[in-house]
């Protein structure tokens, strides 16, 4: 089946720095455009990257300039490279990827970041 696991949230300070990592199985990771998603308490969940399997990228108006999403097939990893992180930045960050044919969303379990002021 598949699983997506992410993984590097923590707890950070405003300016600061955090890359997260998603390792996917049980689909082509190379055929599979891949997004992180975020969602804050009381939010609903938004779009922060996607990245397709040419590797085109695409940002939330929030982070761009702060925020890189890359891929790396031989390993079935998208990562997210965060930078001068703020408060609002404070998430749960969810990697999330589709199946082509079907259009199902998979999500993985969340990581959390927190950035303090």
């Known amino acids: 089946q598949v699983q997506l696991v992410e993984s590097g949230g923590g707890l950070v300070e405003a300016g600061g720095s955090l890359r997260l990592s998603c390792v996917a199985s049980g689909i082509i990771f190379g055929l599979n455009a891949m997004n992180w998603y975020r969602q804050a308490p009381g939010k609903q969940r938004e779009l922060v990257a996607g990245?397709?399997?040419?590797?085109?990228?695409n940002y939330a108006d929030s982070v761009k300039g702060r925020f890189t999403i890359s891929r790396d097939n031989a390993e079935n990893t998208v990562y997210l490279q965060m930078n001068s992180l703020k408060p609002e930045d404070t998430a749960v960050y969810y990697c999330?990827?589709?199946?082509?044919?079907?259009?199902?969303?998979?999500w993985g379990q969340g990581t959390q970041v927190t950035v303090s002021s």
């Open positions: 999330n990827t589709k199946n082509t044919w079907t259009g199902y969303q998979y």
């Open positions: 990245i397709t399997t040419g590797g085109s990228t």
